[in-house]
């Protein structure tokens, strides 16, 4: 079973950037098309970004095109999450997953946006 540790989240002010980052155990990790997914305070966990397996797919939700990027190292069973000119309502909490989702969820990583 592969287990997902997510990190890079904190405190930025708005139009600052941060770099989330998804650690992945299991060697059958590239076999996956991954996902971010985040949860807003009093709100469901939304989708936000995926990944194809080998990276050459990529699809956003609407409110993040072309300020959040999504990639991923194979090799280093890990998928990457930049975020640019981030808005207060980038604040939640950010998870990776497959894209289905199909794997036991991690604890998540903070970001907070300040106005």
């Known amino acids: 079973q592969v287990q997902l540790v997510e990190s890079g989240g904190g405190l930025v002010q708005a139009g600052g950037s941060l770099r989330l980052s998804c650690a992945a155990s299991?060697?059958?990790?590239?076999?996956?098309?991954m996902a971010w997914f985040r949860r807003s305070p009093g709100k469901e966990r939304e989708f936000v970004a995926a990944?194809?397996?080998?990276?050459?797919?990529?699809v956003y939700t609407d409110s993040v095109k072309g300020r959040f990027t999504i990639s991923r190292d194979n090799a280093k069973n890990t998928v990457y999450l930049q975020m640019n000119s981030l808005k207060p309502e980038d604040t939640a909490v950010y998870y990776c997953n497959t894209d289905r989702p199909s794997l036991s969820w991690g604890q998540g990583t903070q970001v907070t946006v300040s106005s």
């Open positions: 299991g060697r059958t990790f590239s076999s996956y098309a």
């Open positions: 990944i194809s397996w080998g990276g050459g797919t990529t």
